[in-house]
């Protein structure tokens, strides 16, 4: 079939299943950003929060095998996960992040999404506890969010029952783990496609190249400061997989710029992050 030079409206729907204290899920921000700035005319994504009583009652004999799975995933994935959180400031419990990551959605889809961001950036850079209110309070002001409509919002029902229709949504898709993506094309009769776990861009492209049924023209990418300004926080290696290139390049690159004074370095544990010096993190 060939290739339509025009799309009216986005012929595929992504649901991404996400846990936020998930360092596989916090792995793939990478192939999420290259697939949004490539694909992004094609796909619409909508993000469901998963959870079960494992990630809702976390104990502490568990802390050292999380602790290693953390360290694991950063050495594969390039994506630092702090795991010296376990040992200082462990987390309980992923539910009330949730709530409040559901809270933030109700003042809009992209403000959830970027809420959503920022409680990964406290959790595996900042070693932050995002159980306590007054730091999901914080992510909200950050956010400039209507901080008393979040804070109403947060202690609702309305949270937590949006929350409750993810994990309902999950349990009927047999959705048992994270990160799992289900891809759903524009005919009636399509089921979606599932797929379980984190793998390489390719991996997606090549499934929604096949959903599509066409090969679709990827979208030019912005420039390195643009892409700074659409993300705000990024690592060192999203930028290495958004624009294919090594993480010495990228270093060399932000190095230029660090000169310049047109960015900031966050040293992380298991890697550099970078923003442009008129944001603003968690960490400041």
Known sequence: MANPKK????PIELFFFVDPINPECWSMAPTLKKLELEYGDYFSMKYILWGNLKSFNISPNQYQALAQNWRMVSNRSGMSCDDSLWLENPITSSYK??????AAEMQGKKIGELFLRKVQEAIFIYKIDVNQPENLIKIAKELYMDLEEFNSDLNSTGASIA???DVRLSNEMSVDNTPTFVFY????EDEGLRIFGAFSFEVYEQILIEKLGFIPQKAKLPSIEEFLLKYGVVASQEIATVYKITLEEVNEKMNEYLQAKKVERI???YGDFWQLRTSISLGA
């Open 185 to 188: 094309g524009d005919k009636p």
């Open 267 to 269: 040293s992380a544990k």
């Open 163 to 165: 929350f409750q229709n």
């Open 7 to 10: 799309i009216k409206s986005k």
């Open 97 to 102: 992040a949730s709530i409040g990551i559901k």
